[in-house]
């Protein structure tokens, strides 16, 4: 048993010597790129209503939260902070 290698060793030994492809890899080999398969699955998740609701409303809650910090930054730039 000294002599045994862990799944995890021989498949990495296996990625560098690229007789196994990545995760990355194998994914965009599935009919589309990593990113567009992702795309693809938020577009669908977001074509519910509520959850486009809860989407525009996060982001909102997110610009309101850096134009009060922008606002920080501009009031010790102008010598008020």
């Known amino acids: 048993m000294d002599n045994q290698i862990t799944i995890t060793e021989y498949l990495k030994s296996q990625m560098e010597f690229r007789n196994v492809m990545s995760l ?7 009919g589309k790129a990593q990113y567009q398969q992702v795309k693809d699955i938020v577009r669908k998740y977001i074509e519910d209503e509520d959850v486009l609701d809860d989407l525009t409303n996060a982001v909102s809650v997110y ?3 850096m134009g009060l910090g922008y606002m920080e930054y501009l009031r010790e730039k102008a010598g008020g902070g």
């Open 63 to 65: 610009i309101l939260d």
């Open 24 to 30: 990355t890899s194998w994914i965009n080999t599935q």
